[in-house]
């Protein structure tokens, strides 16, 4: 959100490869909370019209990735 070049490069390389971005519901209230607490507003508009478009993990789905990947990596 601050305009990072190399950090532009890896989202649209990743964006390229996979078309979107998935990140869970607890990161974009971090996100979110941490822009807000700044008072951040200009990357604050920007996190939210990038997240508008992307993929949420919502906390059930979390719920259960704990539950299948400890199990999975053994």
Known sequence: ???NS???AKVD???KEFGFIRF???TYY???NGLLYKDARMQLTRFE???EFEELIEIKTLETYA???PR???
């Open 1 to 3: 959100m601050r305009g």
């Open 6 to 8: 190399k950090v532009i």
């Open 13 to 15: 390389e990743h964006l």
């Open 24 to 26: 869970s519901i607890i």
């Open 30 to 32: 971090e996100i979110l």
């Open 49 to 51: 019209d990038f997240a």
């Open 67 to 69: 539950g299948i990947l």
């Open 72 to 74: 999975v990596q053994r």
